[in-house]
């Protein structure tokens, strides 16, 4: 007889991708330590503290953008937990779960903050992005 699973929440799920995306927090929840892509999020962070480290004539906007990269990637994914069917989710996540999900209002306030933010973060990624490369940095 095997033990049911933990269930996992999916508010909290999405909670950890938006807030902590960048260092893949949400992956180790949701699939553990063999996720491929959370060891992903944990080698761009260490390329940015490497980069930080060895190379400071190097602009700090190119030295964090590794950081930049993964943390656009936990709004994504926490955009797409959040906005996932409840069904699916436990069907995907909560297998051998004896509970359910049930999202309720604060998983909608948490993905229009989301939203806020992640668009915020894009596209001020790419405005400065444009700027170094375009202009080599003469706004700023």
Excluded at 19 to 28: C, Q
Excluded at 53 to 67: D, E
Excluded at 91 to 108: E, I, Y
Aim: glycine fraction near 8%.
């Amino acid at each position: 007889m095997s033990l049911p699973r933990p269930h996992k929440n999916k508010t909290l799920a999405t909670l950890l991708a938006s807030a902590l995306g960048a260092t893949g927090l949400h992956r180790l929840y949701l699939r553990g330590f063999g996720d491929r892509l959370a060891w992903l999020h944990f080698a761009l962070l260490a390329i940015a503290l490497l980069l930080l480290a060895l190379a400071p004539s190097i602009n700090l906007f190119y030295r964090l953008l590794p950081v930049i990269v993964s943390m656009i990637a936990g709004f994504l994914q926490a955009l797409v937990l959040g906005l996932m069917p409840d069904e699916t989710f436990d069907a995907t996540f909560n297998a051998g779960s004896d509970g359910r999900s049930d999202s309720r209002w604060p998983l909608a306030l948490l993905l229009v903050a989301t939203m806020l933010v992640g668009a915020t973060v894009l596209i001020s990624t790419m405005a400065r992005l444009f700027d170094l490369l375009y202009t080599g940095g003469a706004y700023g």
